[in-house]
């Protein structure tokens, strides 16, 4: 009998609604499972840093049996964290419990994580163990782990494939043995939204003590319903979340933490659920696990994705000009992030309109057509336009052959511990050319410091990333800069195989912007 059926006996769940909700953060656990994600002490440190930060209740901080470094950075993060409970993932095996239990000593408040898997499937096909001999090896653990950390959480790993009257009765026994959260987790990402409220709604029912501890849900994302399915075993009861930043973990990943929360804040009165979770570090800690990680959030990512709260479309950014409340949901400063209007050749007259005036240009409704259909046909040529190609534009220039500066030469080189060189001509459109070298301590320092002997004027550099455009052996950097001068800000970017080079392009496309406000640079260039 599955469990809709069973619960068709009983009557309605009471209402749900009201209360808080526990964060269960498993990102440095099933989240680093996940081929690509592993971490190390150092690297899982600084997440669970940051998670504290976050505001999480419990951090999953490893499985220490599965290695000496795992088990050095639960030990590490349990002496190092104040706030969140620290728990690790063990086996139902005695000495995955003791090593649990010796990695967590030093944590205030320490929480063992035991699993094992209930479903006929990885009864017969893994452990090949019969319905008692499973409750008997739950019950074992169960009470080992209890004497050694301060609270139990039990697992049947496979819950949603498993038989529920079987469920109630293993829960039935691992809440004698001493379990405090029962989690139910859909450990292959098999199940929909309806039949897991229906599973929490029937345990809720039935297991023998339920008010006495709290159930959990731990969804997986193979089907794509991970997070509707960790709400909708909230609003069936449960008050644990198991979740992972950035939704990383086995396979498709866990349900994402961020989307989870937001959601319950975004539609409070439909949940009436709280969380601990301070949203507006959501969008540095996303950006941290990536970091850490080397794997970057991919840009359509929901509440973290660099599209989250970007516009391009014309239609859409008139709407967000008149009132953001048109195509945001959110308020991007909620989850630490910011909205823009990203000019592309889906835009159209109102936001392009704008930039310019951002710009400083001030331009007749005639001067804005005419730069239209210009920005228009770069657009089609070019994936996004930039700022320097719009105030190229503005300024009636060709924003693919904007100067007056073009490199004709750039050289560096750098030695390992020992600093760096930067040799470079530039050549102005009116014909001047300009050779400069100059010293640094890294590569781009010194091509930054010869390009402004150069063209005598310093930028002062806010902000420099470099991402990769693509991988594999045609991999392209892509640079962006923000940098200041004489109290305005300008962004410069550039493209190539080459970092450096693409990181000069970006120089130069700021300087060539500070030129063409100030044409004194060519007639007082030094050098020629
Ligand atoms: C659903 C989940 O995410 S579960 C967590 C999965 N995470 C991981 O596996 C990551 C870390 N794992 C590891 O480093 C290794 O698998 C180790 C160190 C834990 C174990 O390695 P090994 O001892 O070589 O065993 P291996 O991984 O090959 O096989 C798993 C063994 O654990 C047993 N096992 C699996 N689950 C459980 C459980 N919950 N309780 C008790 N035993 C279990 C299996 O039956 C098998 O036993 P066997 O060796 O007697 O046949
Ligand atoms: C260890 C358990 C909770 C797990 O990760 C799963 O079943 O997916
Ligand atoms: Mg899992």
């Not at 959501?282 to 990512?301: D, F, H, M």
């Not at 951002?358 to 239209?372: I, K």
């Not at 089609?380 to 924003?399: C, Q």
């Not at 991999?475 to 962004?491: I, K, N, Q």
């Amino acid at each position: 009998m599955t469990a809709a059926e069973q619960n068709q006996a009983t009557e309605s769940a009471e209402s749900d609604v009201g209360g808080r909700v526990k964060i269960f953060d498993t990102t440095l656990r099933d989240g680093e499972q996940a081929p690509g994600f592993s971490m190390d002490r150092r690297a899982k440190l600084r997440m669970a840093h940051a998670l504290e930060d976050l505001g999480v209740d419990i951090i999953e901080a490893g499985f220490p049996q599965a290695s000496p470094d795992d088990f050095a950075a639960v030990s590490e993060i349990a002496r190092a964290l104040r706030q969140p409970t620290v728990c690790a993932l063990a086996r139902c095996q005695d000495g995955d419990i003791d090593s649990a239990g010796r990695a967590l000593e030093p944590a205030q408040r320490s929480r063992i994580h035991l699993f094992l898997s209930t479903s006929p499937l990885h009864r017969e096909h893994k452990l090949g163990k019969s319905k008692n001999e499973v409750i008997d090896i739950a019950v074992n653990a169960i009470r080992r782990a209890a004497s050694v950390c301060h609270e139990v959480e039990f697992s049947a790993e496979d819950a949603l494939r498993t038989e529920p009257d079987f469920l109630v009765e293993v829960f039935n026994a691992a809440i004698e043995a001493g379990a405090t959260t029962l989690n139910a987790p859909d450990t292959v990402g098999y199940v929909t939204p309806f039949e897991i409220f229906d599973l929490f709604t029937y345990l809720r029912k039935n297991v023998r003590g339920a008010e006495r501890v709290v159930f959990s849900s731990h969804c997986h994302d193979d089907l794509g319903m991970a997070v509707a399915n960790s709400l909708a075993a909230i609003s069936a009861g449960a008050r644990q979340v198991e979740c992972t930043i950035n939704g990383i973990g086995e396979r498709a990943g866990n349900a994402a933490l961020e989307e989870v929360v937001m959601a319950l804040h975004t539609r409070a009165p439909h949940f009436r659920m709280d969380t601990g979770i301070v949203t507006r570090n959501l969008y540095p800690t996303s950006r941290l696990l990536a970091q850490v990680t080397g794997q970057p959030v991919p840009r359509n990512k929901a509440i973290v994705g660099d599209n989250a709260f970007a516009h391009e479309s014309g239609i859409h950014q008139h709407g967000m000009m008149k009132h953001r409340g048109t195509y945001e949901i959110m308020r991007p400063e909620d989850v630490g992030a910011t909205t823009s209007l990203v000019l592309g050749k889906h835009s159209g007259r109102h936001a392009l309109r704008q930039r310019v005036t951002d710009l400083g240009h001030t331009l007749d409704e005639t001067a804005l057509d005419v730069v239209f259909e210009r920005f228009k046909a770069l657009a089609d040529r070019k994936r996004t336009v930039t700022d320097e190609d719009i105030d190229a534009l503005a300024s009636g220039v060709d924003p693919e052959h904007a100067g007056p500066w073009r490199f004709t030469h750039l050289h560096t080189s750098s030695h390992l511990g020992g600093g760096a060189s930067a040799s470079l001509k530039l050549t102005h459109e009116d014909g001047h050319t300009v050779s400069e070298a100059a010293i640094g301590e890294g590569p781009i320092d010194a091509m930054l410091r010869a390009v402004e002997r150069a063209t005598g004027e310093s930028i002062s550099l806010e902000d420099f990333n470099v991402s990769a455009v693509r991988e594999g052996g045609d991999a392209e950097g892509h640079a962006t800069l923000t940098a200041r001068h004489d109290g305005s800000t300008y962004r410069g970017s550039g493209v190539s195989t080459d970092i450096i080079e693409a990181t000069a392009q970006a120089v130069l496309s700021i300087v060539n912007r500070i030129a063409r406000k100030t044409p004194r640079l060519a007639a007082t260039a030094a050098h020629s």
